[in-house]
């Protein structure tokens, strides 16, 4: 061994104790219970003695631990996930303390919880999804704990992201979440070297067992420097060839054969899949590296429906908010217009007279919206859905107010506003005729898509969408239970005694007001469309109200006169 290789191996017992006592130091010993969550949990893992054991799971050649713990292996509550009584995700700071199945792909948790959007658009603006940001937060603080920041075949690999956004992960991590990224390096460079190591004896011992059976005189073969080439060898570098750089062409080309192989196999399926007719597996969109193997067709599709705006327009709010508003106003007109001209036709005269009234109008509504939720899934639609079935703050369209009432794009959302409106709808309908409802539900939901509208504009929230039925549902709701708050409901036959419209109206309300107050509820509900909606249904309700009482009086006003008339 030569004399620059002992002077490495003599610093390297000085750097084990110091860095495990740094680690026992910086890990509170915490009680352990079982929780059931969905959030995802990260398991701690110690790294191994020195004897000759392989690490899996690290997603590069295999390597040997520098540093001795107490335990070696997972215990059994982190090889079962189980997380502190505090709760949340396992954040790493040490290398030491890297897991065995992390890969760079997936990363690692720098905080107990994932960044919110108004988090991120301040970090990277508002060409990036949530998503995908905490994503490549992880893949980043993943390369600072496994020391692989500066390594150039790992920095190659971009999965989709450009270089501004990764420099702004870096710039954000360093200033918040501070990592010893060069202690760090350094123990993998060590781990690495021990590899190195590792493999040269196990070339060296193949080669022992592929020699000829000539008793030949040989001089024995010395293991070689470490950190330097021999003399003898061709010098390509005054400093000589890097292990780390051995060491990465021995992976790189570990890697280019299986990525022949891989491409290789799949070539074969899908000349195999057009052959016999058979359509391959639709790439999912989270992978923008995948993106190009989509047809040009939907690749066109995609390229029409994304906006090419860098920001949003230079508006006032005034001018943002006059043409929805001009446009809404226009519209409720129409509709009062509606209501007192419109005359009911006669049975003989309908459409479908076998079905009731209420069931056709609510169940044409219902129709409605479940077409434009299967419209939704083809990508042929997205341009024209963009601008007219969503309502975007940003880039405003007002007949994007009417557009997105019938819009929803989740099913979970559309069947609660349908199941909601089959139920309240047909009883309000019974209750005011058809004219009255159309015009109750357009009208509340119009006027709630625009305060929503302006929220989001006095907020200057540009990086919102928002669309769904639940204004005009929410209408509705208050203009039925509101009319009947004093009669009793059941559910199922339950209560016996009912409950009373004004109760349910309360529980309507305070499920919204706990929204208000709920963080991760509001980035996914209009809480303002909601309340918009309630208060023009109860509004409309009292006026119904009004309405059926004035003609009460007047049919009482006119009863007696008739009777005088009949005497006469």
């Known amino acids: 061994m030569s004399c620059c290789s002992l002077g490495v191996n003599a610093f390297r017992p000085s750097v084990q104790v110091a860095t495990h006592c740094l680690s026992r130091l910086s890990r509170p010993i915490v009680p ?42 997972p215990t059994a509550a982190q090889r079962l996930g189980i997380r502190t009584v505090f709760g949340g995700r396992i954040t790493y700071k040490y290398y030491i303390d890297l897991p065995p199945n992390y890969t760079d792909e997936d990363g690692l948790d720098f905080s107990t919880k994932d960044l919110t959007v108004e988090e991120i658009v301040a970090i990277f603006g508002t060409d990036i999804d949530v998503y995908n940001a905490n994503k490549l937060l992880k893949i980043i603080h993943g ?37 010893d990224e060069i202690a760090n390096a350094g123990l993998r460079a060590e781990d690495e070297l021990a590899a190195l190591d590792a493999l040269e004896e196990e070339t060296m011992s193949e080669n022992a067992e592929e020699s000829t059976a000539n008793e030949i005189t040989e001089e024995p073969v010395e293991k070689k420097n470490r950190l330097y080439k021999d003399v003898t060898q061709e010098k390509k570098s ?35 899949e057009e052959k016999n007719g058979v359509a391959g597996p639709l790439t999912p969109l989270t992978h923008p590296e995948k993106f190009a193997r989509l047809s040009p067709t939907v690749q ?30 226009v519209l409720l007109g129409g509709l009062g217009v509606y209501v007192y001209t419109y005359k009911p036709k006669k049975r003989s005269e309908r459409w479908f007279p076998e079905i009731p009234p209420a069931a056709a109008t609510v169940g044409a509504i219902m129709l409605l919206n479940a077409l434009v939720y299967l419209a939704w899934k083809s990508p042929m639609l997205w341009a024209p859905f963009n601008k007219y079935m969503l309502i975007a703050p940003a880039v405003p369209k007002p007949v994007a107010l009417l557009g997105a009432m019938f819009s929803h794009q989740a099913f979970g959302h559309l069947f609660v506003n349908m199941s909601v409106l089959g139920v309240v709808g047909t009883l309000l309908h019974d209750d ?11 009208g509340s939901g119009l006027i709630a ?62 499920t919204n007001i706990s929204f208000l107050l709920s963080r991760a509820a509001r980035r996914r509900i209009d809480v303002t469309s909601h309340f918009a909606g309630l208060g023009v249904g109860v509004g409309a309700g009292q006026w119904f109200l009004e309405e059926k009482k004035r003609k009460g009086v007047e049919k009482a006003r006119m009863r007696p006169m008739a009777v005088r008339v009949s005497k006469v």
């Not at 003695?49 to 997603?59: A, D, F, L």
């Not at 990465?248 to 074969?268: I, S, Y």
Request: aromatic content about 12%.
């Open 32 to 73: 352990v219970r079982f929780l059931s969550s969905s959030t995802t949990t990260t398991t701690t893992c110690y790294s191994q003695s020195t004897q000759n054991r392989r690490r899996p799971g690290r997603g590069t050649t295999t390597t040997y631990a520098l540093l001795q713990k107490p335990s070696p292996w």
């Open 143 to 179: 390369r600072r704990i496994a020391g692989t920041l500066e390594d150039p075949a790992l920095a190659r690999r971009s999965y989709g992201y450009t270089v501004e956004h990764r420099k702004a992960a870096l710039a954000y991590l360093r200033k918040y979440y501070p990592v």
């Open 238 to 272: 005054v400093y000589g060839e890097s292990v780390m750089d051995h060491l990465r062409a021995h992976r790189e080309k570990k890697n280019r054969e299986a990525e022949k192989k891989r491409q290789e196999e799949e070539d074969a399926k899908r000349a195999e």
């Open 300 to 329: 066109k599709w995609i390229s029409s429906a994304t906006s090419d705006l860098k920001e949003p327009p230079k508006l006032t709010a005034w001018q943002r908010l006059w043409p929805s508003a001009a446009f809404v106003l």
């Open 432 to 442: 005011i005729g058809r004219a009255k409802f159309l015009s109750l539900y357009l």
């Open 449 to 510: 898509a625009l305060a929503s509208m302006a929220v989001a504009v006095a907020g200057q929230r540009w990086h919102i969408t928002t669309l769904g039925a639940s204004g005009a549902v929410y209408g509705a709701i208050g203009a039925y239970f509101w009319m009947h708050r004093l009669d009793g409901h059941q559910i199922f036959g339950f209560p016996p005694e009912g409950i009373k419209g004004i109760v349910f109206l309360a529980f309507v309300t305070a």
